[in-house]
């Protein structure tokens, strides 16, 4: 029988406590419920606490009018890709307001981060021969930045995560000149950051581009929201940055900024931009608000740094949480089973903190992913600690 394999993976997953299935969000009941600090499931309101709506930016107001004019102006479609007829004015505005936000030349929108780190990978080391590229990888890169990387002709060397040591001694070894480091600005499971500083140190002392995703750091670090990547100078910038809208951002879609040449270089042979149909330009209008707003409302940012401290000071000691300057709060269990037993207990106590399990993490590091929003309040985080507080200090 064809693909009888798949019963069985499945089976294997429920047996390993491993298996995933969607959850259906009901429509919102209450001002909460459409400021994203609850969700609703199967009747039953719960606080969010696995949200990447780190600014509480979705279902702002006046990104909602943003996205209504838009689609009043372009059209909700963008109707073909982005070198046929798709690039709308609202896309090249878009461009301009991201390389003026983070200081880049140019820039490129994709459909999604994912997206646009496999054609960053694939397209860079496509090369064959003396020309072939090779990449340099923190352990815990994204999942999208692996595939696209070990999917590429390129070869790949991961270094331990955060040791630069280890980074130097794997680009000493290298005897090609195409040598690209890259790393989360924020590591997405973990909530800790990337030595950046280090890092683009280590890479132009051994002649090496520097690539950043800033997925989890867009909008959350820096004095406007520019991201992790802000904290390096003019001289020894990130040579590439990502980074995702459908986050702190609140709407959906990705960048890829970077100087001219490498700009054009994807708009004619980065196949994940050449043959998808553009996002929508209302969307891309909405994003344009949403950066504003971002630019603007420094108290979001102050707000995750005061809930997160009080979160900290609120939990056990004995609770084991990895330290983190950003709106994501790991807290390892270690067991499958049990990360998925406490997360149950939460959400008997009206909490949604989803258990993440391998593979999406290392065997025996299974955790609860708590990420804190300025959407939340006081009352929020005093619940969340005394929950958690119960469910892991008997």
Known sequence: M???????QVTAQKQQARYRQR???QAAENAAQQQGTQILVDGKPYINFSSNDYLGLNNHNEINKAMQEGVAR??????????VTGFHYAHQALEDKICQWINKPRCLIFTSGFSANVALFQTLGQETGKDRAHFFL???SHASMLDGAFSSKAKVKR???NNTAQLAQLLSSSDVQNKLVASEGVFSMDGDQANLIELASVAKQHNAWLYVDDAHSIGVIGEQGQGSASVLTNNNQADITMATFGKAIATSGAFLACDENVHDYLINFARHYIYS??????????TIRSIELI???????DKITELSTLFIELLDSSIEVIPSASSIHAIIIGDEQKALNVSEQLKNQGIWLTAIRPPTVAVGSSRLRVTICASHNYNDINHLASCLNKALCK
């Not at 372009?74 to 070198?83: I, K, P, Q, R, Y």
């Not at 630019?295 to 940012?301: G, V």
Request: with cysteine.
């Open 159 to 161: 270094f331990a995560h």
């Open 2 to 8: 064809a693909f009888d394999y798949i019963a069985g």
């Open 138 to 140: 923190d352990k815990l």
């Open 74 to 83: 372009f059209g909700l479609c963008a109707s073909a890709s982005s070198l």
């Open 23 to 25: 959850v259906c969000l």
């Open 277 to 286: 149909t553009a996002i929508s330009p209302a969307l891309a209008w909405a």
């Open 295 to 301: 630019q603007q409302e420094q108290w979001r940012r």
